[in-house]
Structures are given as structure tokens and as C-alpha cells.
Nanobody, 122 residues
Framework: QVQLVESGGGLVQPGGSLRLSCAAS????????MSWYRQAPGMERWFLAS????????NYDDSVKGRFTISRDNAKNMVYLQMNNLKPEDTAVYYC???????????????WGQGTEVIVSS
């Protein structure tokens, strides 16, 4: 059974930092591309950053480029999101996603965690 569990959220002041973690189980982790998304109240879930399983290549949404850093540890089945210089508009529930494609069937497998809440407020 595939499970993704996020942690590390909380209340932080503007300008502060947090590191989110996502622990994966039930998957061959290095086969999965991992991503972070967030969803603010009343808003759609929004892509923030991704990291390729095989190469470690990263991609970021412009809104977080230069402030957020995604990384992974395939030996520990973990993906991280380091968030610096946090702003009130970063307040949201943050989710990690795991995605892979079976190259034989071309079937896509996608899994989501339950989310961790980040509140940026003074």
C-alpha cells in the first residue's frame, strides 16, 4: 500500500523558514517523480516544485523560485521542501505527490499525501 506522509508544517513569522518533509512507503521511490503543491483556502491546488526520480532534475513555479528548494533522499524515501523568506501569501496546506509511468502499459500512477498546514503570520 502506497503512503505519503507530510510533516513540518506550522506557524511561522513572515521572513522565516520551514522545511517540509514527505515520507514515502510502499513504492520503489527512485522510480517516482516527486512534487510539492499547495492549496490556499478557496483556491485550487497549485504546483510549486518537482524533482525527477532518476536524475534529480528540478523544476519550480515562478512564484517560489529562489525561495523554495526541493530535494530528495532516495535511500530514505524522503522528499523535502525548504522554504525561506516566507510570506503571508504562502499560507496554505502543502501536499506532496508521487508520480510514475509504467513504460510497458503507459499507465500513470499518482499518489498524494494528506497535507501539512503552513501559516505565515505575525
Amino acid at each position: 500500500q502506497v503512503q505519503l506522509v507530510e510533516s513540518g508544517g506550522g506557524l511561522v513569522q513572515p521572513g522565516g523558514s520551514l522545511r517540509l518533509s514527505c515520507a514515502a512507503s510502499g513504492v520503489t521511490f527512485s522510480n517516482y517523480d516527486m512534487s510539492w503543491y499547495r492549496q490556499a483556502p478557496g483556491m485550487e491546488r497549485w504546483f510549486l516544485a518537482s524533482i525527477i526520480g532518476a536524475t534529480g532534475l528540478t523544476n519550480y513555479d515562478d512564484s517560489v523560485k529562489g525561495r523554495f528548494t526541493i530535494s530528495r533522499d532516495n535511500a530514505k524515501n524522503m522528499v523535502y521542501l525548504q522554504m525561506n523568506n516566507l510570506k503571508p501569501e504562502d499560507t496554505a496546506v502543502y501536499y506532496c505527490r508521487a508520480k510514475t509511468i509504467d513504460i510497458e502499459t503507459m499507465h500513470e500512477y499518482e499518489y498524494w499525501g494528506q497535507g501539512t498546514e503552513v501559516i505565515v503570520s505575525s
